[in-house]
């Protein structure tokens, strides 16, 4: 079992109280240790009596930390003062469960060798009951050129190796994913910043020894570490084995989806052994079929689906068709996919689920057959709008900032798509734009001037954060029928659980939706 560990930052004797206090919430939210990190303890003069405090009376078995500034941490002193600090603490009555000592310290002296085993386990030990050494290397500007020699030369004599770095991207989570099969001791192998996250929830899935998971989002040691409720709640560690189906939302940005919340709760309802993470991949068409060609390929990942979002879903509809997969009517309409899906024979499947969602949230409010609707946008959101307008019959109106765009995307639809500077008549409006977006550029902006529409029209707004963007709420203060982006969400997302799984998506994972 992959064992789960939260880091506790203890900078002064007296916070030895609040350091237990969270090591008891730690225990009650599932965690199996605490690491208390006593980098500037260390300076202390009742640091000593502290920390074996610390451990004696800790909750929960204790991983004890000191960690360098080269390495993230806080310790500035000299390396016979840690390491003597350390020998104290070790030697102690009750000893703790761990200790994390660097391997970079460790591979350039042999009298620090020599010390810290008077006080760690290893056969030769005569005392019992020693701590078990995790050595460890980490790296905050990215992969290290000589990963793979020296975690090889760092599994000799020691109890569990720990190597993390800052992932560059996606891709970097593979090599992680493979570590704890290679060294033949316990290994913790794992990506630091935003591309991290898989590497870190899917410990359990490539036998990785620990993870790490901040007891709240303030408490983060590391970046992209979740906290202990999103590990255990949104992503069911628990639940997490070498079956587990992988599913995720790819764009960028993703870090504020809605989607791992929803799929992740229809899964639990369903009794899947699936888990939904978010992916986030940069705005480049090469990274994002590097990486899902990647992914793919991995032979123990299990990527069974994903939910394509902003800038990438036109890149998924072309990736599917280049692989000869198969796109459903919509994808081959718009020349856009929101939804991959792999079938067990490894198959690509394309959808486009947001097609469905807009055609569903117009056709119960207005009928658009031989009416004009306008669009707001030329990106891939803009082209499932079109293709749903036209498969409802609209004679459909496209506005964008920038007139190439639009002129593209009007020339790829057979129908009447026209390019237009003014909304005109119309009797639907879909705003495509990531204008008035909390996350983005312009979260006060309208994509255009409210009082150009029509306030018989009914506007659908695709963005869903915040509920009521700007242009949603001066429509509607206007008197006009406005469909907020969460039901067009909730409508796609739904649709994609039954892509995946055969099944609707259950009243827990609705509610995750709900935007009364």
Known sequence: MTLVAVPIEVEDPGEVGTALEQAQRAKLGGADLVE????????????VAAACRLVSDSPLPVLLTCRSEAEGGAWRGEETDRVSFLEAVGTAEIAPQFLDFEEAAWSRSANIRQKVRLVVDH??????????????????????????GRIASMAVDVDVVKVAWTARSLRDCLEAFEMPGLLGVPTVALCMG?????????????GGFLTFAALDADSAT????????????????????????????????????????FHNQAFAEQQRNAVYLPLPIAP???????????????????????????????????FVIE?????????????????????????????????????????????????????????????????????????????????????????SFEGPVEVVGE??????????????????????????????????????ETVYEPAFT???????????????????????????????????PGSAALAVLDDS
Request: aromatic share 4%; proline share 7%.
């Open 423 to 460: 909304p005109g008549s119309v009797a639907a409006v879909v705003q495509c734009t990531s204008v008035g977006m909390s996350t983005g550029p312009d979260p006060k902006g309208c994509p255009v001037d409210p009082a150009m529409l029509p306030n018989n029209a009914v506007l659908l």
């Open 222 to 261: 590391a970046p992209g570490q979740p906290t202990l409720s999103q590990l255990m709640d949104l992503y069911r560690f628990r639940s997490i084995d070498t079956d587990t189906e992988v599913y995720g939302v790819a764009g960028w940005p993703v870090e504020h989806s809605k989607s791992p919340a």
């Open 123 to 148: 056969p030769q030990q005569v005392r019992p009951e020693r701590a078990r050494l995790v050595l460890s290397k980490h790296d905050f500007d990215g992969r290290p050129a000589d990963l793979t």
């Open 470 to 504: 700007p242009i949603r709420e001066a429509f509607s203060q206007a008197g006009g029928q406005s469909i907020g982006g969460l039901e067009m969400f909730r409508r796609q997302a739904a649709a994609q659980t039954r892509l995946w799984t055969g099944q609707e």
């Open 323 to 411: 692989r000869g997969g198969v796109c459903d009517d919509a994808t081959r309409l718009s020349g856009a996919a929101n939804t991959l899906r792999v079938d067990a024979s490894g198959q690509l499947h394309a959808f486009n689920t947001d097609v469905v969602a807009i055609e569903e949230a117009l056709s119960e409010r207005v009928d658009l057959k031989g009416q004009s609707a306008l669009v707001l946008g030329a990106g891939g959101v803009a082209r499932a709008a079109t293709a749903a307008l036209l498969r409802l019959g609209a004679q459909v109106r496209v506005m964008n900032r920038t007139a190439a765009r639009a002129e593209a995307l009007a020339a």
């Open 36 to 47: 208390f990190r006593i980098d500037v303890l260390v300076e202390h003069a009742e640091g």
């Open 194 to 206: 935003p591309f991290g996250l898989p590497s870190r929830v899917l410990a359990p899935k490539f």
């Open 284 to 318: 480049d068409p090469t990274a994002f079929v590097a990486t899902l060609e990647a992914w793919l390929a991995h032979p123990g990942l299990d990527l069974r689906g994903l939910s394509v979002t902003l800038p990438h879903k036109e890149t998924l509809a072309s």
